[in-house]
């Protein structure tokens, strides 16, 4: 019934909470593992999944907004935050540090459930994201030395003829490697590479109107 | 011839031949005159006389002795023999001799006699006379002869040998010597008198049968222990005839034992043959004893020297050791004997055994400089003992000197001073430790004399106050008066003074907070305690003070005793808004779970096909954690009725006051003064004082939150009055005041950022339980004031 394409993680350490959660989700046709403290959660292993963190913030061991910024500078699942008595400046800084939403309890279902999609499909986005620039890294690193020199002067949009200048090298030679830059970086075109260069935030070092001496 | 008638008849002629009897008559004569003269010429006196006693025939010596003697000698005729012996015998021989020759005469016999015969010049010399009777062939005595013989020498010779045998004899007696004698075969045949005093027994005395006198002399006067070796000493002499020599104890009479000196020698006569066994023996007792005494001291000496539990030594003023007593030996395990190396002194060899490397230079320095110099010798070094560890020892020597001051031996002595050395390190460590912990302790440390004024203080105080003690000094106060002067709080010194008063009165341990100026003016919080310090006699010695600089650690202690006392008393002081905030999550939790529980259990319906297991189970937790939620809710309303059994009689001044009190460190804190002004004379109220407390308590502390933005003047009054048939109770702030006098008391209204909003309400509540009622106004020109009262006669409001 449930679907295994993508998960919800639960933290609360009322039990009771926690039931209802996971029933809820269930019957939403989600997978659901819960944990009783930040604590569990973080030595826990984790199915690789798209996923969404619903995060209590009156937690016994660590509070939700401390381990919201523990996990900050990982790669972590979209995190929705419930509380029993949801104050003003706790709720902006859980959104200002990324939440997806703040939750005071007894929320609705619709809230809820608005909320835990809207965060899955964030990561889901995040994941493949980040496996398209992991992808773009690799073509990356299959460059030649000479063929790293190349990129970046190719996408600063300056002509064969300068490039080769700039580089000492024959305008044909340049060319060739351009032709294998374009080719091992699977770009379609010369903005395709100016866009995956962009994603590998390569510099831009020089421009045509300024280097055309 | 003649005839008859006588006439001549003839005359008959005979020539006879007498030339031989002529000259046998002549020889005869010649005979006769020779034998006078023999008479009158030997040197005796000769008498005769008839038995009749009749006339006496004297030889010519005797004659002439008379002669010389007797004045007209040769004219008195014949002389009478008693006149003669009255004469010329000494008048103590006289009679005896008369006696004798009468008797000579009466029975006829011959008789000798000695007396003394006066000589010239009245001198008596001694004679004897020897009578004897002639008697014919009939034996009639017909003739007496007496021979006089001058014996006067030989008598003399005689006595004189008597005399010198007395002599003698008293010199054997006399003599301090005991003298006995024995036969050659060993038996005492003699003891001298001093012996027979000295035994109170004679010789002869001790014989016991079956026993040789030797052996019985020897077993009855001679010690048990020294008996068998004297008795076998004497017989190997008497075997031997070597003389011997021994020394025993001997049994005075009066049982007491003494030592004796005994030799003996043996006399011989001129074959060599052994005639006497002569032997003396000395009473040596008291040189025995007196030697014993000193082998004793000697030994006592020596056992001194070994056992006094110090290494001594001696160097001879070479510096050569030549003593080691036995408890250095055994230090040392090496006696002097083992130093010996060829090629090198013994005093080096002791050196490079016996002592640690670090110190043997010096200390052979110091030893060479006392041989050189004289002076006394003392070093401290570490000496190696037999199993290898080096202790460290105090040395000292000093120089015996013979009477022209030269060097005779050096006695030493090394005292073992390990223990003692480390026993005073460890003191000085723990000491220097002990100082350094009185220095370096983040504490400031004070002592005090027993009369409170400052004798030390350690740097930190030093340094807090910024001034040393000396400079209180010449001020005309004690150290103690210009000290808490100077430095306590104004509002705190004369309480500090008093308590100290109080203490070195009583000698109780003084304990007190209050604020300190520190050198840079401020005041800061401190603890300070005290405790005095007493001697063995109870007696106190010293006071010593810590001071803690606990400033920063009031205010966050503040903050936990808050906490501590929050729970320790949480009827009492748990903040309404913690109450509620705690009451609003117990519900919440079951509401959020119910709400959530119900949602799915929706789905669950509503699914194609509707999931009624999921369904079902979903409905049971619904039912649950509603009843859950329920539950919580008759708790605390149980919690209310519960408090109305609890009502007493009090009046409301005591509940302020506890209030006050509980809320002094908070008011405190945030710089809150509280004033009182309550009436006299309040009547009696029925209350739950726990409640009423509560409900003062956050008025209270909703006053000084509302005070929280002004800056000073940070006051909250408290006045409670007789209105009517209630007591009216008003707490005042001087804080924003207030916009909304009486939404304010509705459940969750709050301004404040961390505020339930619950708090107001659950007082009104209260106090409404009670019969009263709650109210604010605002005050001119700021600030607000919360209004209670409670009915005298309280009707509980159902």
């Given amino acids: ?213 | 011839m003649r005839d008859q008638s006588g006439r001549i008849v003839q005359w008959y002629g005979l020539c006879h031949d007498i030339d031989d009897q002529v000259h046998a008559e002549e020889a005869v004569r010649r005979s006769q005159q020779q034998l006078q003269q023999i008479i009158d010429a030997v040197p005796v006196r000769i008498w005769s006389v008839e038995p009749t006693g009749g006339s006496f025939y004297f030889n010519k010596r005797y004659q002439d002795h008379f002669r010389s003697l007797i004045a007209n000698f040769d004219a008195l005729g014949e002389p009478r023999i008693d006149d003669l012996l009255q004469q010329l015998i000494h008048p103590e021989d006289a009679p005896d001799i008369q006696r004798t020759l009468r008797n000579c005469f009466e029975t006829g016999s011959g008789s000798a006699m000695r007396f003394r015969w006066r000589e010239q010049d009245d001198v008596y010399r001694w004679a004897e006379c020897r009578v004897e009777p002639r008697r014919d062939d009939d034996g009639t005595v017909v003739q007496w002869y007496g021979v006089s013989l001058d014996i006067d020498d030989e008598v003399r010779a005689l006595e004189a040998l008597r005399e010198r045998e007395r002599e003698l004899s008293q010199l054997v007696d006399m003599v301090p010597v005991q003298i006995r004698r024995l036969t050659p075969e060993g038996e005492p045949v003699f003891f001298n008198k001093r012996l027979i005093d000295f035994f109170g027994l004679d010789v002869g005395d001790m014989d016991r049968p079956g026993m040789s006198r030797l052996a019985s002399v020897i077993h009855t006067l001679v010690h048990p222990d020294d008996a068998s070796r004297l008795l076998e000493t004497v017989h190997r002499s008497l075997a031997s005839g070597d003389p011997f020599s021994i020394k025993y104890r001997m049994r005075r009479v009066d049982g007491a034992y003494r030592w004796v000196d005994g030799r003996a020698e043996p006399l011989r006569d001129q074959s060599g043959a052994i005639m006497q066994w002569y032997v003396i023996s000395v009473d040596i007792d008291d040189e025995m004893r007196a030697q014993e005494a000193l082998r004793d001291r000697e030994r006592e000496l020596s056992q001194l020297v070994d056992m006094v539990p110090s290494l001594l030594w001696r160097l001879n003023s070479e510096g050569t050791p030549t003593f080691f007593n036995q408890r250095l030996i055994d230090f040392l395990g090496l006696d002097i004997a083992d130093m010996e190396k060829p090629g090198v002194s013994r005093l080096a060899a002791l050196i490079e055994a016996a002592v640690h490397p670090d110190d043997a230079a010096s200390l052979a320095e110091a030893l060479n400089h006392s041989l050189v110099t004289g002076e006394g010798f003392s070093k401290q070094y570490r000496l190696r003992r037999a199993d290898g560890v080096y202790r460290w020892v105090k040395g000292s020597a000093e120089p015996l000197r013979d009477e022209n001051g030269r060097i005779v031996q050096w006695y030493g002595l090394s005292h073992d001073i390990d223990d003692q050395l480390r026993v005073e390190e460890a003191l000085r460590e723990s000491e220097r430790s002990l100082w350094q912990i009185v220095e370096t302790l983040p504490a400031m440390i004070d002592c005090a004399a027993p009369d409170g004024e400052p004798v030390y203080r350690n740097p930190q105080l030093r340094d807090f106050l910024g001034y040393k003690l000396e400079e209180l000094d010449g001020t005309g106060k004690s150290r103690l008066a210009g000290t808490l002067d100077a430095g306590v709080h104004p509002d705190e010194v004369a309480g500090v003074k008093e308590k100290y008063a109080h203490s070195l009165a009583t000698g109780e341990p003084y304990a007190r907070r209050h604020r300190l100026r520190r050198f840079d003016g401020e005041y800061r919080w401190v603890e300070t305690r005290a405790a005095p310090m007493r001697n063995a006699e109870g007696e106190i010695i010293q006071w010593n003070v810590i001071c803690l600089d606990i400033d920063g650690e009031v205010r966050a202690q503040d903050e936990l005793r808050l906490a501590q006392e929050g729970l320790a008393r949480a009827s009492q002081a748990a903040s309404l808004a913690e109450l509620s905030a705690s009451i609003a999550h117990e519900v919440n939790q079951p509401l959020a779970a119910v709400v959530a529980n119900s949602h799915a259990c929706q789905r669950w319906l509503t699914a194609e096909p509707p999931n009624m297991e999921r369904a079902q189970k979903t409905v049971e937790r619904i039912i649950r954690d509603a009843n859950s939620a329920a539950e919580v809710v008759s708790r605390i309303r149980a919690l209310f009725k519960q408090s109305a059994d609890r009502r007493i009689q009090t009046t409301i001044s005591g509940i302020i006051d506890e209030a006050r009190s509980l809320m002094t460190d908070e008011a405190w804190r945030r710089r809150v003064r509280i004033g009182v002004d309550v009436d006299g004379n309040l009547p009696l109220i029925a209350i739950d004082r726990i409640q009423i407390q509560q409900v003062l308590i956050n008025l209270i502390r909703n006053g000084m939150e509302a005070m929280d933005a002004v800056a000073d003047d940070r006051m909250i009054e408290i006045r409670a009055r007789h209105m009517g048939n209630a007591v009216q109770t008003e707490i005042s702030d001087r804080g924003q005041g207030i916009e909304f006098p009486e939404k304010m008391f509705e459940p969750f209204f709050t301004t404040k950022e961390n505020g339930m909003g619950m708090g107001l309400a659950i007082c009104r509540s209260i106090v409404e339980l009670h019969g009263g009622r709650l109210w604010a106004e605002k005050n001119n020109p700021h600030g607000a004031t919360l209004i209670f009262t409670l009915p005298i006669e309280t009707k509980a409001a159902s």
Wanted: glycine share 6%.
């Fill in chain 1, 1 to 213: 019934m449930t679907a295994d394409d993508h998960i919800v993680f639960i933290v609360d350490d009322d039990g009771r909470i926690r039931e209802a959660l996971g029933e809820l989700l269930e019957s939403h046709g989600m997978r659901t593992i819960a944990f009783e403290s930040a604590c569990d959660y973080v030595r826990a292993d984790k199915p690789d999944l798209p996923a969404c963190l619903i995060l209590d913030i009156e937690l016994p061991d660590i509070n939700g907004l401390e381990l919201q910024r523990q996990i900050a500078d990982r790669d972590h699942p979209p995190i929705v935050f419930i509380t029993g008595h949801g104050d003003i400046p706790s709720s902006v800084r859980a959104i200002k540090h990324g939440a997806v939403d703040f939750l005071t309890k007894p929320f609705s279902d619709a809230d809820l459930m608005a909320a835990v999609h809207a965060a899955i499909a964030e990561d889901r986005t995040k994941r493949s994201e980040r496996a398209e620039l992991d992808m773009l890294k690799r073509h990356y690193l299959d460059l030649t030395p000479r063929e790293r020199e190349v990129l970046p002067l190719v996408v600063s949009g300056l002509l064969n003829k300068q490039a080769a200048a700039e580089l000492g090298i024959s305008e044909v030679t340049l060319q060739i490697h351009r032709r294998n830059v374009m080719q091992k970086m699977a770009a379609a075109s010369l903005a395709d590479l100016v866009r995956i260069a962009e994603r590998l935030e390569i510099p831009i070092t020089h421009s045509r109107r300024v280097g055309g001496n």
